[in-house]
C-alpha cells in the first residue's frame, strides 16, 4: 500500500541535502572524474548511453556520478537533459552490410554462414570474482576487413523472405504524408 509522504519543500531540501552528502562518499578521498568514469567503465557508460538514447561518453559519465553509480537515475537524467536539447538534424537509414560485426548471434541458422560471433558478453563467464589483470588490448585489424552475409540476404536467397517489391522506392500509400524534418517539438 503507497501512502503520502508529508513535510513539502523542507522535507525535499533536506532529502536532497542528506543526498548530497551521502553520495560524496569519505570526504578525504580523490573525486571520481567524469575521464575516469568514460575511460575505464565503458560497457556502463555505453549502456547509460544506449537507455539514455544520447550518444556522448563525457555527459554519461556525468549522469552516472551524480547518480552515484545508480544506472537507472543516470538514464534518466541522460533521457531528461536530452529533451532540452534543439533538434538538429536527421538521420537517413544506413546501408549496415559493410560494416564489421561486434555482436551476431542468430536465433534463425543454428549454423549461420560466416559463423556466430558473440562479442564482448559477460554471458558465459563464470560470476567469479577475479584477482587477474585485464587482458592486454590486442588489436582488432584481422577481423576489421572481414564481412558476414545479412541473413535477411541469406532468407531471400533462399525463398523465406518475399523480395523488395519495389526496390530504392518508397512504398507510401497515397493518403498518408510523412513529416518533413526538421518537426518541431
Not at 35 to 44: D, F, K, S, W
Not at 122 to 148: I, K, N, W
Not at 157 to 185: F, W
Request: charged share 20%.
Amino acid at each position: 500500500m503507497y501512502v503520502a509522504v508529508k513535510g513539502g519543500e523542507k522535507a525535499i531540501a533536506a532529502a536532497h541535502a542528506l543526498l548530497a552528502a551521502e553520495g560524496r562518499g569519505a570526504p578525504g578521498s580523490a573525486r571520481i572524474e567524469t575521464g575516469q568514469v568514460a575511460g575505464q567503465l565503458g560497457v556502463l557508460v555505453s549502456r547509460v548511453m544506449t537507455e539514455g538514447s544520447l550518444h556522448d561518453p563525457e555527459l554519461a559519465a556525468r549522469a552516472l556520478i551524480q547518480a552515484q553509480g545508480d544506472v537507472l537515475e543516470a538514464v534518466t537524467l541522460l533521457r531528461s537533459y536530452r529533451t532540452t536539447l534543439p533538434r538538429f538534424g536527421c538521420t537517413l537509414p544506413v546501408d549496415t552490410a559493410g560494416l564489421p560485426p561486434q555482436r551476431r548471434v542468430s536465433a534463425t541458422f543454428k549454423d549461420l554462414p560466416g559463423g556466430q560471433q558473440l562479442g564482448a558478453t559477460f554471458d558465459y563467464t563464470h560470476r567469479l570474482f577475479t584477482d587477474a589483470e585485464p587482458a592486454a588490448v590486442t588489436s582488432r585489424a584481422a577481423d576489421a576487413g572481414a564481412t558476414m552475409p545479412r541473413v535477411a540476404d541469406l532468407l531471400g536467397q533462399s525463398a523465406l523472405i518475399e523480395p523488395d517489391s519495389h526496390p530504392g522506392q518508397d512504398d507510401e500509400e497515397p493518403r498518408t504524408s510523412r513529416a518533413s524534418p526538421p518537426c518541431t517539438r
